[in-house]
């Protein structure tokens, strides 16, 4: 079954800092891997995807992230934290086999930016 | 504006009432994607309806149910409530079966707080 660990309920940076939220999927044919941000009592933005294409990708807002097979990772980086980046964030999975409609979402990292 | 419309934002109600939420996908979407997320159990896949017909079903209480209708919109009704069933609930919509590579988008949510 696949599935998806965010590691760090919540990390904190300082303003202008490097952000790294770390996602380690488990799926047993090739993922689809996507990261969205939630901005308190609003719902989910895509902040960008992987779906076999580059295993690097770029988003929105100055977001990318790396996909790595050998270590099951999809880790969203940001060179630059601002403000206004505060907010949870989660990786999702879903899968190409037949029957892969939903993704499979994890616990979501809660980003605090200190100025 | 993600085009998804959920309503309504806020609902309270008692114990064994029962409750309707709706979701209007966006323009040109067929797929429905109902998610419940909650502090304890973060974000879980309910059901996902296509063009009218379910397509997956993930883990929703046979004490709730879904469906489309022939405009695409869907509604997820919620019986005989439990405190616990207090959560937010999420509609998402893509545009076709299945959504990983045309992505899923998000509406703002339903916030259900059972008393």
């Known amino acids: 079954a696949q599935s998806v660990t965010q590691l760090g309920s919540h990390v904190s940076v300082s303003e202008g800092a490097l952000v790294l939220l770390r996602c380690n999927y488990s799926?047993?044919?090739?993922?689809?891997l996507f990261w969205y941000v939630q901005y308190p009592n609003q719902g989910l933005q895509l902040l960008l995807k992987y779906t076999s294409a580059a295993t690097l990708v770029k988003g929105i807002n100055g977001f990318e992230a790396e996909f790595k097979k050998s270590e099951t990772s999809f880790h969203l980086t940001k060179p630059s934290a601002h403000m206004s980046d505060a907010a949870e964030y989660f990786c999702?999975?879903?899968?190409?086999?037949?029957?892969?409609?939903?993704?499979?979402f994890g616990k979501g990292t809660k980003l605090s930016v200190i100025p | 504006d993600s085009g998804v419309t959920q309503t309504p934002k806020h609902l309270i109600t008692a114990t064994g009432q029962r409750v309707t939420l709706r979701c209007s996908p966006r323009?040109?979407?067929?797929?429905v994607y109902w998610y419940q997320q909650s502090l304890d159990q973060g974000l879980q896949f309910l059901i996902q309806y296509y063009n009218g017909e379910e397509r997956a079903k993930g883990n929703i209480l046979e004490r709730f149910s879904a469906q489309q209708f022939p405009d695409l919109h869907s509604e997820l009704n919620l019986s005989s409530l439990e405190l616990g069933d207090s959560a937010l609930y999420f509609c998402?919509?893509?545009?076709?079966?299945?959504?990983?590579?045309?992505?899923?988008?998000f509406g703002s949510g339903t916030r259900l707080t059972v008393v």
């Open positions: 999702a999975v879903t899968f190409s086999g037949a029957g892969s409609y939903q993704l499979t």
């Open positions: 323009s040109g979407d067929l797929s």
């Open positions: 998402a919509s893509s545009p076709r079966r299945q959504g990983r590579v045309y992505g899923y988008t």
């Open positions: 799926s047993s044919v090739p993922p689809y």
